[in-house]
Protein backbone atom coordinates (compact mmCIF):
# COMPACT_ATOMS: atom_id res chain seq x y z
CA UNK A 1 0.00 0.00 0.00
CA UNK A 2 1.54 3.54 -1.15
CA UNK A 3 0.69 6.18 0.92
CA UNK A 4 0.96 9.73 -0.61
CA UNK A 5 1.84 12.84 1.55
CA UNK A 6 0.05 16.12 0.94
CA UNK A 7 3.88 17.70 0.74
CA UNK A 8 7.26 16.34 -0.27
CA UNK A 9 9.33 16.16 3.29
CA UNK A 10 12.65 17.92 3.30
CA UNK A 11 14.05 14.67 2.67
CA UNK A 12 12.30 14.69 -0.80
CA UNK A 13 9.96 11.68 0.47
CA UNK A 14 6.60 12.42 -1.48
CA UNK A 15 5.19 8.86 -0.32
CA UNK A 16 5.65 5.68 2.18
CA UNK A 17 5.08 1.85 1.20
CA UNK A 18 3.74 -0.02 3.77
CA UNK A 19 1.55 -3.21 4.50
CA UNK A 20 -2.11 -2.99 5.44
CA UNK A 21 -1.31 -4.03 8.91
CA UNK A 22 1.06 -1.38 9.62
CA UNK A 23 -0.97 1.48 7.84
CA UNK A 24 -3.53 0.27 10.53
CA UNK A 25 -1.81 0.47 13.34
CA UNK A 26 -0.31 3.69 12.90
CA UNK A 27 -3.63 5.15 12.04
CA UNK A 28 -4.92 3.48 15.31
CA UNK A 29 -2.28 4.73 17.59
CA UNK A 30 -4.16 8.43 16.59
CA UNK A 31 -7.28 7.73 17.90
CA UNK A 32 -7.01 8.76 21.63
CA UNK A 33 -8.21 7.08 24.49
CA UNK A 34 -11.96 7.63 25.73
CA UNK A 35 -13.11 10.14 27.68
CA UNK A 36 -9.78 12.11 26.31
CA UNK A 37 -10.36 16.03 26.45
CA UNK A 38 -9.34 16.89 22.75
CA UNK A 39 -10.13 20.55 23.07
CA UNK A 40 -8.25 22.71 25.97
CA UNK A 41 -9.95 25.65 27.58
CA UNK A 42 -8.13 28.33 29.69
CA UNK A 43 -9.39 31.27 31.34
CA UNK A 44 -12.62 32.22 32.44
CA UNK A 45 -13.26 29.04 29.54
CA UNK A 46 -11.44 26.36 32.25
CA UNK A 47 -13.41 23.84 34.07
CA UNK A 48 -12.37 25.23 37.61
CA UNK A 49 -12.48 29.25 36.75
CA UNK A 50 -14.92 30.90 39.27
CA UNK A 51 -16.59 33.12 36.75
CA UNK A 52 -17.42 30.11 34.29
CA UNK A 53 -20.84 29.82 35.82
CA UNK A 54 -21.61 33.10 34.62
CA UNK A 55 -20.42 33.12 31.13
CA UNK A 56 -21.33 29.25 30.25
CA UNK A 57 -25.49 28.53 30.00
CA UNK A 58 -26.52 25.65 31.78
CA UNK A 59 -26.93 22.19 30.03
CA UNK A 60 -30.84 22.00 28.77
CA UNK A 61 -30.83 18.24 28.85
CA UNK A 62 -29.59 16.33 32.36
CA UNK A 63 -27.60 13.69 32.13
CA UNK A 64 -29.25 10.53 32.64
CA UNK A 65 -28.23 8.10 35.77
CA UNK A 66 -28.76 5.03 34.26
CA UNK A 67 -26.67 2.83 31.77
CA UNK A 68 -26.84 3.30 27.96
CA UNK A 69 -28.67 0.52 26.03
CA UNK A 70 -26.07 -2.05 24.11
CA UNK A 71 -28.82 -2.08 21.12
CA UNK A 72 -27.68 -6.47 21.45
CA UNK A 73 -30.43 -7.91 19.53
CA UNK A 74 -33.22 -9.32 22.09
CA UNK A 75 -31.63 -8.08 24.72
CA UNK A 76 -33.97 -6.67 27.66
CA UNK A 77 -33.00 -3.62 26.92
CA UNK A 78 -33.87 -2.86 23.69
CA UNK A 79 -36.82 -0.76 24.19
CA UNK A 80 -36.35 2.21 25.29
CA UNK A 81 -37.76 3.73 28.43
CA UNK A 82 -40.46 6.44 28.19
CA UNK A 83 -38.25 9.77 29.70
CA UNK A 84 -35.50 8.64 26.96
CA UNK A 85 -37.89 8.86 24.02
CA UNK A 86 -38.06 12.65 25.06
CA UNK A 87 -34.70 12.88 24.89
CA UNK A 88 -32.72 14.93 21.66
CA UNK A 89 -30.08 12.40 21.89
CA UNK A 90 -30.12 10.51 18.79
CA UNK A 91 -29.67 6.75 19.61
CA UNK A 92 -26.83 4.41 20.01
CA UNK A 93 -25.69 3.15 16.64
CA UNK A 94 -25.30 -0.47 17.17
CA UNK A 95 -21.85 -2.32 17.06
CA UNK A 96 -22.04 -3.92 13.58
CA UNK A 97 -23.14 -0.88 12.14
CA UNK A 98 -20.27 0.45 13.12
CA UNK A 99 -18.28 -1.92 11.94
CA UNK A 100 -19.93 -1.78 8.67
CA UNK A 101 -19.42 1.91 8.53
CA UNK A 102 -15.68 1.91 9.46
CA UNK A 103 -14.48 -1.47 7.61
CA UNK A 104 -17.07 -1.78 5.25
CA UNK A 105 -17.40 -5.06 6.38
CA UNK A 106 -21.00 -6.78 6.73
CA UNK A 107 -20.15 -9.43 9.86
CA UNK A 108 -23.52 -9.47 10.34
CA UNK A 109 -23.82 -11.88 7.05
CA UNK A 110 -22.80 -15.82 6.82
CA UNK A 111 -19.54 -16.79 4.46
CA UNK A 112 -21.20 -19.64 3.48
CA UNK A 113 -24.55 -19.15 2.66
CA UNK A 114 -24.86 -15.28 2.60
CA UNK A 115 -28.01 -15.15 5.12
CA UNK A 116 -28.38 -13.11 8.49
CA UNK A 117 -26.68 -14.44 11.45
CA UNK A 118 -28.47 -13.19 14.75
CA UNK A 119 -26.66 -12.69 18.05
CA UNK A 120 -27.64 -15.98 20.18
CA UNK A 121 -25.73 -15.42 23.34
CA UNK A 122 -23.34 -12.60 25.14
CA UNK A 123 -20.42 -14.39 26.91
CA UNK A 124 -17.93 -12.51 29.23
CA UNK A 125 -16.21 -14.86 31.23
CA UNK A 126 -13.42 -17.48 30.15
CA UNK A 127 -15.74 -20.45 31.31
CA UNK A 128 -18.44 -19.00 29.01
CA UNK A 129 -16.17 -18.64 26.03
CA UNK A 130 -14.71 -21.72 26.07
CA UNK A 131 -18.16 -23.71 26.58
CA UNK A 132 -19.08 -21.71 23.23
CA UNK A 133 -16.16 -22.42 21.52
CA UNK A 134 -15.73 -25.80 22.13
CA UNK A 135 -19.05 -27.26 23.89
CA UNK A 136 -19.22 -30.78 26.23
CA UNK A 137 -15.79 -30.71 24.88
CA UNK A 138 -14.20 -28.12 27.02
CA UNK A 139 -11.79 -29.58 29.43
CA UNK A 140 -12.32 -28.09 32.90
CA UNK A 141 -10.74 -25.26 34.10
CA UNK A 142 -8.11 -25.97 36.66
CA UNK A 143 -8.12 -24.32 39.61
CA UNK A 144 -5.47 -21.33 40.75
CA UNK A 145 -2.45 -22.64 42.77
CA UNK A 146 -2.79 -22.22 46.20
CA UNK A 147 -0.12 -19.82 47.44
CA UNK A 148 1.29 -20.93 50.30
CA UNK A 149 3.03 -18.11 52.96
CA UNK A 150 6.31 -19.05 54.77
CA UNK A 151 7.26 -17.49 57.92
CA UNK A 152 10.40 -17.97 59.72
CA UNK A 153 10.00 -18.47 62.82
Known amino acids: MRVHFKAAWRSGAAHADMSADKFIARLSALVPPPGF ?11 RHHL ?3 IIPPS ?3 TPGQQLALGLAGSANDKPDDDTESSPRPPRIGWAKLLARVFAVDVTLCRKCGG ?7 VDTADD ?8 RAPPRPHPPAQ ?5 G
Open 37 to 47: HMTRYFGVFAN
Open 52 to 54: RPR
Open 60 to 62: PVP
Open 116 to 122: RMRILEV
Open 129 to 136: IDRVLHGA
Open 148 to 152: VLLFP
